[in-house]
């Protein structure tokens, strides 16, 4: 390439011998802030045009507790903080979080200038970087918002179904029945019926167990010691119903004799056969076949 060729591509470029390389450190003792951006929130800043509003950086200064006072008159304690509010217009309808803090605050760094080369290759000093930080996303209300927004919008996937978020999933055997038509509705109420049978049928038989009828002469205590070889746990309600209408007065007579009241606990009011009366039934029976 001839001189006379060179220069005509320089003339182009804008540059030129007497700009090219020329150093300007006007600025160089200007004391700056090196921060790390998350990425998408770097190329949102570093796209948008000229004069537009970034963001807020607001200062909430801090009140450290102090170690003198009683714990209890002591002033509820605020955190000390920088943050950062990214404008709503600037993000538009992008997924991005708009609340940031800073943190790792640090001036343990080695010695940094940030420059620009021109067009015309002359290079700009802007400062000397004397504090480096991090922008962290703060776990804020709009943040939770944004998440569970994003998480709605994977599970819909791309057909778009309608998700409806919940606040319980009231998923109940009783409202079964209005999950409406189809397959899952079908396996809802055949589930549905496979328990009611198995709830019917342990009545069927604890009631066909009360109604037998005992012999008027038969005494209070062997009705009672016969009934609990039947269940482990009776009320006395349920004693008088299940004996043929023996007296309550009778009952509780021998229930203080032969049985342990629940004062606590999953039975709590229920009565239980004592254990040394655990296997009265059967030496009565077998005393009664000997004879």
Known sequence: MSASQRKVKNSKAGTSLATYGK???????????????????????????????????TFTKGNPPNPKEPP???????????????????VNSQDLPLDYTISNLTTKIPTLHPFTRHDTGAVSVHGKISRSCNLQIERS???????????LNTVAGKDK?????????????????????GFG??????????????????????NQNRKRKFDETQSVRSILFELFSQQQYWSVKELRAASGGRSEKEIRAELQQ??????????KGMWELKKDFKGEKEIIGGGQGGS
């Not at 006007?26 to 948008?48: N, Y």
């Not at 179904?161 to 038509?181: C, E, F, I, T, Y």
């Not at 032969?258 to 039975?267: L, P, Q, T």
């Open 23 to 57: 150093l300007d450190t006007s600025e160089a003792s200007k004391q700056l802030w090196l921060a790390r951006l998350p990425p998408k929130l770097a190329q949102l800043w570093d796209e948008a045009p000229e004069g537009t509003l970034l963001g807020h950086l």
């Open 72 to 90: 209890e008159k002591r002033a509820k304690v605020v955190r000390q903080k920088l943050a950062i509010s990214v404008s709503e217009e600037l």
């Open 141 to 151: 209300q709009r943040y939770r918002d944004m998440c569970k927004a994003r998480l």
């Open 161 to 181: 179904r309608h998700v409806k978020p919940v606040q319980s999933a009231d998923l109940s055997l009783v409202n079964m029945g209005s999950l409406g038509s």
């Open 185 to 206: 509705s079908t396996i809802a109420n055949f589930g549905k019926k496979v328990i009611e049978a198995q709830k019917n049928l342990q009545t069927a038989a604890l």
């Open 258 to 267: 032969i049985a342990e009241f629940k004062r606590a606990g999953e039975n």
